[in-house]
């Protein structure tokens, strides 16, 4: 007995995870749907820490239907999100500052009442609210018709309801939590991908992370792309705010953003008929390869940073939509595999990645609220350590053409 409870031990010391307890929320194999559903801290018997994880079933419009869960931390974040829409990231509030934008889409749509084939292939639109957004995995990228079909624009995952949700807190102190949902990406004759993705936050913290592993379950290898589409506005972005990140390089994605390329590291404020301009950027990453990309306001002591793997996602775009308020002000900074052209492009200069029967891939991510001065500081100081002395090549020629 005493053998057994030592290699117990041994094994929850291994696997680095303490005992935890876990609710399944939805199961389509299992065939479980708790619909609404709630536990607090003060349920599970937590005294030092207080937080609640909601799951609400919206009704109404284009959203009935769509669930959400609140992760809600006194002292720290509430996190939405929404297994209805592949995980989606709705929106990140606390510390006086929040992540994500007010987009004209009001509702948490219901992929049901979205044709991703619409407006030629951009009825993805139609959705498009989210604080953080996973563009891919099939495919990424602006639409194309090509081998015979329509690749829609950034891809299907985001727009589809997960096939299982499970909600986990661990029982000793930090009590971090992790919500767990699966994306099934299985098409007959094409492709049978299936992401776990996974949100974990300790409660009261200003920072979550993200840990998603892509498998393929078919019996072909099959090509997956993926841009981790995260957005962010007031009141970080404003007049004067900036963009960091260590590269080598950037380039306009366009000739429309050619105009842009030497202001690229500042932001306009709400201005009409601004369009979209959007940059490609080689990151660069310190020894262990992991890298830093923020936003801070122009006073400098509001921000929101991102830190990701340069071996899993070595590529990161920027998009700068700073139009009017109502039309949609906000930036988006976007570690991926790739670039945002279409997939015909991005097979074409070799930047789409493929899986082997059987095999998965890991993309981890933390994204940190920054609300202090001191914390942009840090994250200034993180950014010039990685770019060294290393010149950023500003190269004013796009590196594709749509």
Request: proline fraction near 4%; include cysteine.
């Amino acid at each position: 007995m005493k053998t057994k409870l030592v290699l117990t031990m041994l094994a929850v010391m291994i696997s680095g995870q303490a005992a935890a307890k876990t609710w399944v929320l939805t199961s389509a194999e299992a065939g479980t749907e708790k619909g609404d559903w709630k536990i607090s801290s003060e349920e599970l018997n937590i005294k030092d820490k207080a937080f609640s994880i909601e799951q609400k079933v919206l009704h109404g419009g284009k959203q009935e239907g769509s669930k959400v869960i609140v992760i809600s931390s006194k002292d720290g974040l509430t996190i939405t999100l929404s297994p209805t829409r592949g995980m989606n990231l709705l929106k990140v509030e606390g510390f006086g500052s929040r992540m994500g934008w007010d987009s004209p889409v009001k509702e948490v749509v219901n992929p049901a009442f979205i044709n991703l084939e619409s407006r030629n292939g951009a009825g993805w639109l139609e959705g498009f609210n989210e604080m953080m957004v996973r563009c891919g995995y099939e495919w990424t990228g602006h639409p194309v018709t090509a081998d015979g079909q329509i690749y829609t624009l950034h891809g299907k995952a985001g727009n589809t309801p997960v096939s299982q949700t499970e909600v986990e807190v661990a029982d000793t102190a930090p009590y971090e939590i992790r919500i767990r949902g699966l994306i099934k990406e299985s098409t007959f004759k094409k492709a049978d991908l299936q992401t776990m993705t996974e949100l974990r936050y300790v409660p009261g913290s200003n920072s979550f992370s993200l840990h998603d592993r892509l498998t393929n379950h078919a019996d072909y290898p099959h090509d997956y792309q993926i841009i981790y589409h995260s957005n962010f506005s007031t009141p970080i972005l404003e007049e004067g705010a900036r963009f960091l990140a260590p590269m080598a390089s950037i380039s306009p994605f366009n000739d429309y953003a050619k105009a842009g390329l030497k202001t690229w590291q500042t932001f306009a404020g709400p201005t009409k008929g601004y369009d979209e301009m959007v940059f490609n950027i080689k990151p660069l990453s310190d020894k262990n390869s992991q890298t830093l990309a923020a936003v801070v306001n122009k006073k400098g002591d509001k921000g929101a940073s991102i830190q990701f793997d340069t071996r899993q996602l070595p590529m990161l775009t920027l998009w700068k939509n700073t139009d009017t308020i109502k039309q949609g002000y906000v930036t988006g900074i976007e570690p991926g595999t790739n670039y945002a052209y279409p997939v015909t492009v991005e097979r074409a200069q070799k930047r789409v990645k493929q899986l082997q029967p059987g095999a998965s891939t890991q993309f981890d991510l933390t994204y940190t609220l920054l609300h202090s001065s001191e914390q942009v500081a840090a994250t200034e100081k993180k950014i010039a350590a990685i770019q060294g002395d290393t010149k950023i090549d500003e190269n004013a020629t796009p590196i594709a053409k749509e």
